[in-house]
């Protein structure tokens, strides 16, 4: 009966191993890990030219780098057409892909990844000319909206504009950029795409005067990391690196305080900090790996903020990308 026990110990040793190999040995081994974007995206992902990268995906990664590596600078980041980003996370060419991926059902299921969670709620929204007047995007009647023809945003404003019965002329162009001009030339009064893309319009619009970004979204774009699908482990990494932003930001530890939240007596706090306990053991990874991420990177507040919010130049607001218990929707499970 001895001998049974001790063998099943071993098979449970074996078996946790061997969750454990495979992608983070990888990094570790190779001492950096590799991100893959397109590039580009004001506010996630976007290089000045000289090497150095700012963005909300980027900082995520910055954010793994730091948990597994215990150095967020270990990071490089591979720039590919958005097309292949999938391709090239499941040939193992990159290890992650950060965020802007938006997760839907088929991609989630019928590929060989595995959508982590959601680092931001995007929607379709509008953005409208000055000769427009509309405070809702139900106070649209009448718009001539520009859009990308036979594009998911064609369906949602086609949907969106019968099921409330709205009537409004759809001016569709064969590309997006082709979009954009019409909106820009006068040949539409709104154009209509992802809300976080109309931010960054608007700036590159700023001579526009009259140009707005309306309030509200017609449609749900979840957007977060991935990770191929088979690396358990891995996942579990990503996933609860993600958690760790967003409960660090719910007890209020950030990249300024975490030396004085390390004398702090609430239990909850010290777990996520590593002090009395590690969370990170059974993901093989060090003691505090949380505490890496919020002193090297932040919380998700101040990612959030440097790249998308106040502090940046895009200026947008939390809204539902807040956390639960501020007004939206954003929220961490326990850690212990």
Same mark, same amino acid.
């Given at each position: 009966m001895k001998s049974l026990a001790g063998l099943l110990v071993i098979f449970i040793l074996i078996i946790g191993l061997s969750a454990q190999a495979g992608t983070l040995d990888e990094v570790k081994e190779r001492d950096e890990l590799i991100c893959g974007t397109s590039g580009g995206k004001n506010g996630f992902s976007r290089s000045d030219g000289k090497g150095n990268w700012s963005g909300l995906d980027v900082d995520f990664c910055r954010a793994v780098a730091a948990a597994v590596l215990s150095d967020a600078r270990k990071v490089k980041f591979v720039v590919l057409p958005e097309q292949e980003l999938i391709t090239a996370l499941i040939s193992g060419n990159v290890d992650l892909l950060p965020g802007s991926s938006l997760l839907t059902q088929v991609r989630d299921t019928a590929l060989a990844v595995r959508f982590v969670g959601v680092s931001y709620y995007d929607g379709q929204g509008f953005m409208l000319s000055k000769k427009l007047a509309?405070? *809702?995007?139900?106070?649209?009647?009448?718009?001539?909206?520009?859009?990308?023809?036979? +594009?998911?945003?064609?369906? %949602?404003?086609?949907?969106?504009?019968?099921? %409330?019965?709205?009537p409004f002329e759809s001016v569709p162009f064969n590309t997006l950029d082709q979009a954009i001009l019409g909106f820009t030339e006068g040949r539409c009064d709104a154009v209509t795409l992802e809300q976080s893309k109309l931010h960054d319009l608007r700036l590159n619009l700023g001579d526009q005067e009259g140009v707005r970004v309306l309030p509200g979204v017609i449609s749900k774009l979840p957007l977060g990391p991935v990770v191929?699908?088979?690396?358990?482990?891995?996942?579990?990494?990503?996933?609860?690196?993600?958690?760790?932003?967003l409960q660090a930001e719910e007890y209020d530890i950030s990249s300024g305080n975490f030396e004085v939240?390390?004398?702090?007596? %609430?239990?909850?706090?010290?777990?996520?900090?590593?002090?009395?306990? *590690? +969370?990170? +053991?059974?993901?093989g990874l060090a003691q505090d790996w949380a505490l890496n991420i919020i002193k090297q990177v932040g919380n998700y507040s101040e990612i959030f903020e440097r790249n998308l919010g106040?502090? *940046?130049?895009?200026?947008?607001?939390?809204?539902? %990308?807040?956390?639960?218990?501020?007004?939206g929707i954003h929220y961490a499970p326990p850690f212990h």
């Open positions: 509309a405070r *809702s995007i139900l106070e649209l009647e009448g718009a001539e909206v520009c859009v990308q023809r036979e +594009t998911l945003m064609e369906q %949602n404003l086609d949907m969106f504009f019968k099921r %409330n019965k709205i191929r699908r088979g690396d358990e482990n891995w996942f579990s990494i990503i996933r609860w690196c993600l958690f760790a932003l939240m390390k004398q702090n007596s %609430n239990p909850h706090v010290r777990i996520l900090l590593g002090l009395d306990e *590690s +969370t990170g +053991t059974g993901m106040q502090g *940046s130049e895009l200026k947008i607001g939390r809204g539902i %990308n807040g956390l639960w218990n501020q007004g």
